[in-house]
């Protein structure tokens, strides 16, 4: 039951009059009775709550920074018709600060054995699964004196998805991969180790891919082609642990890494390679394996929607034995971590020889380009000081990546917005040298 502001302003202008010219309990009486009555009567008529029937439908997913639009169906099986006011509560990170009230509050009337839609549309601002709490409905009386309240449960699940920013990248390392392939039309020969056919000889072809044996066997001179490696297994290892929380402007870490991810994910499934995932801090967090070509890319970003830092030390250890378990054969081997010193030189460097002896191992990390412009300040001590400090953290995370490289590790270091098509790049670098 609830009060209304129209009630209670007829109970003040009421009581006003009396308590000027005739202050006493008999006038006061005299005004709110009929009022107390009115609302009785409006309470009455009001439609009730506990009967509703409610169900949703709509959008069960939505990448993040896009919107989800869900539907819910109000029914009244009373004969009375329904005024009411609704409010259909989400977590607050299911709308932009301050666009709330606006996007959850409604109001509807619906007449007596009829339904009625209403649209909440949500535009999260967190990946991860976002669950409807209650729907609350405040129905009023023809007066709108007085209101019926009641809440009911409508269970809905929103997830949201990782926003893959860097599938606009994507095109032009497709065009690469054509190039590597040989089928454009561009003055590029494939190139790779899997033998691919033999066609005849043209000026500027390498004279060391001559085919002598099919040369002998017909009149012109035949040379081969090749084409880069296909079907090789490449397993994503994403460090969930606490350096991946660390922020780099407005998101952590972990959400370039997987970014990252997406695109190498979807530019080496259309070059016909298989693709797995593996998420780990202290314990496995997400694992993907063993899927089609075309379910890739839907299941990663599956997967990574409820992935969250964990604000523990990886254990290197056991990510190591987990990779190797879930890569039995020669895998390239992407690791998405931290190339802090700490956690390199104590936890990934003594493990690493048990990988690299069995697998190509690719190191992509995340730079904070706010380093790298305070390294380039000036103007003052406090400046001066900053840029010291600054570069003294690029030496020594260059130092880092160079004992990674020394023990045969490709390693792509760069800033959120560059650090997918690095890697990308990485990989066809590789795939073109052949050495996946």
């Not at 539907?71 to 009411?84: D, E, F, G, I, V």
């Not at 509807?108 to 990946?127: D, F, H, N, S």
């Not at 606009?168 to 033998?195: I, N, V, W």
Request: glycine share 6%.
């Amino acid at each position: 039951m609830a009060l209304t502001g129209r009630a209670a302003l007829l109970a003040a202008l009421g009581s006003l009059p009396v308590g000027i010219w005739e202050p006493s309990w008999t006038g006061i009486l005299a005004v709110n009775t009929p009022l107390a009555l009115a609302c009785a009567c409006d309470f009455a008529l009001a439609a009730p709550i506990r009967h509703l029937g409610l169900t949703r439908s709509g959008d069960t997913s939505a990448r993040l920074g896009e919107s989800a639009d869900i539907t819910l169906t109000l029914t009244n099986p009373s004969k009375r018709p329904l005024r009411a006011h609704l409010r259909d509560a989400w977590p607050p990170s299911s709308w932009q600060p301050g666009t709330e009230v606006a996007a959850s509050r409604h109001r509807i009337t619906v007449p007596a054995g009829e339904r009625r839609r209403i649209t909440t549309r949500l535009r999260p601002t967190r990946r991860g699964d976002r669950q409807a709490d209650r729907v609350t409905i405040r129905s009023y009386g023809p007066l709108g004196l007085f209101a019926r309240q009641g809440s009911h449960r409508v269970p809905w699940t929103v997830r949201v998805l990782p926003p893959f920013t860097s599938r606009k990248h994507l095109p032009s390392k497709l065009a690469r991969l054509r190039e590597l392939d040989g089928r454009t039309s561009a003055l590029t020969r494939g190139e790779g180790t899997e033998f691919d056919s033999l066609r005849e000889y043209v000026p500027g072809d390498d004279t060391r891919s001559i085919d002598w044996r099919a040369t002998a066997r017909q009149s012109s001179v035949a040379v081969r082609t090749w084409r880069p490696e296909r079907d090789r297994h490449i397993l994503l290892v994403l460090d969930s642990g606490r350096t991946s929380a660390g922020r780099v402007g407005d998101a952590p870490r972990l959400d370039a890494s997987m970014d990252a991810a997406l695109l190498l994910a979807a530019l080496a499934s259309r070059a016909g390679d298989r693709v797995d995932l593996l998420a780990y801090d202290r314990r496995v967090r997400a694992l993907v394996q063993g899927r089609a070509a075309g379910d890739v890319l839907p299941s990663l970003v599956n997967a990574m929607a409820g992935l969250e830092p964990e604000l523990v030390e990886t254990d290197a250890h056991g990510l190591t034995a987990t990779a190797l378990r879930a890569a039995p054969r020669r895998s390239l081997l992407v690791l998405l971590t931290s190339l802090d010193a700490a956690p390199v030189e104590e936890g990934l460097l003594p493990v690493l020889p048990q990988l690299t002896q069995r697998h190509t191992i690719l190191l992509a990390s995340v730079a904070d380009p706010h380093v790298a412009n305070m390294a380039e300040a000036r103007g003052d001590i406090e400046a001066v000081y900053e840029a010291a400090a600054a570069a003294q953290a690029q030496a020594e995370r260059q130092r880092t990546a160079e004992q990674l490289r020394r023990h045969g590790v490709t390693v792509v270091d760069a800033p959120p917005e560059n650090l997918a098509p690095a890697l990308a790049d990485a990989y066809l670098a590789l795939k073109a040298a052949g050495r996946l």
